[in-house]
């Protein structure tokens, strides 16, 4: 299991009564979920350059950001082509909990969280879950080609190209926040946050709760 870190802070509508890691449960206002979007990328992560050009990043520390579903914002709009060249809107997967994760080939907590989002997403899809990745600062798409080949990867990735996806996403994901995890409930917005690498069983429990709209922690 990957070193997820958890805070806890009062949110109304939160569940008290499901199961934690030992370490505690993370729960944020939505307010520094949406108004700080820099939090993905602070929260005692550490630097680094894993790609060939020395573009930074910066690597979350695993915090869960959860937003009670009272207090989640306007549905996410996100679209783009897809590595395959197929069109991609979440706007289509309404109804449904959609999971978004930010993802780079040359990105090594990516490399270690594939495996996490493609068990999840096994699990998931049976039961509706969406999920989508956008594939951040790739110059050579053959090399996010094959890394989806590598770690079995079947749910598409927008291209984020020139990084206007991201762009669109900000004051929720930052730019350098590589790999970052959103979980969208039925109506699009944002239910909870993963900075950094995420598990299968956390993913799970998260979209769960988005879909079930009680903002807890599973």
């Known amino acids: 299991m990957m070193g997820l870190r958890w805070r806890r802070t009062p949110v109304a509508g939160t569940s008290a009564g499901a199961a934690r890691p030992a370490a505690g449960t993370a729960v944020l206002a939505a307010g ?36 009670a579903a009272k207090d989640r914002r306007q549905p996410v709009a996100l679209s783009g082509k897809s590595i395959e060249g197929d069109l991609v809107d979440v706007a289509g997967f309404r109804g449904h909990p959609v999971v978004v994760n930010v993802w780079g080939s040359w990105c090594a907590p990516c490399r270690k969280e594939a495996p996490e989002l493609q068990k999840a997403y096994t699990q998931l899809k049976a039961q509706g879950v969406a999920f989508i990745g956008i594939d951040t600062r790739d110059d050579d798409l053959a090399q996010a080609r094959a890394f989806q080949t590598n770690f079995g990867i079947t749910y598409p990735s927008i291209v984020d190209d020139g990084g ?27 239910a909870a946050r993963v900075s950094g690498g995420v598990n299968a069983t956390t993913l799970i429990g998260l979209v769960h709760d988005a879909g079930a709209g009680t903002g807890s922690a599973g």
Do not use: M
């Open 164 to 190: 206007a996806v991201l762009l669109g996403l900000r004051g929720v994901v930052a730019p350098t926040a590589v790999p970052t995890t959103l979980v969208l409930d039925e109506q699009g917005r944002v």
């Open 32 to 67: 520094l979920l949406l108004a700080a979007g820099g939090l993905a990328g602070c929260g005692g992560g550490s630097g680094g350059s894993d790609k060939g050009s020395g573009t930074s990043y910066v690597a979350g520390d695993g915090t869960v950001t959860i937003v």
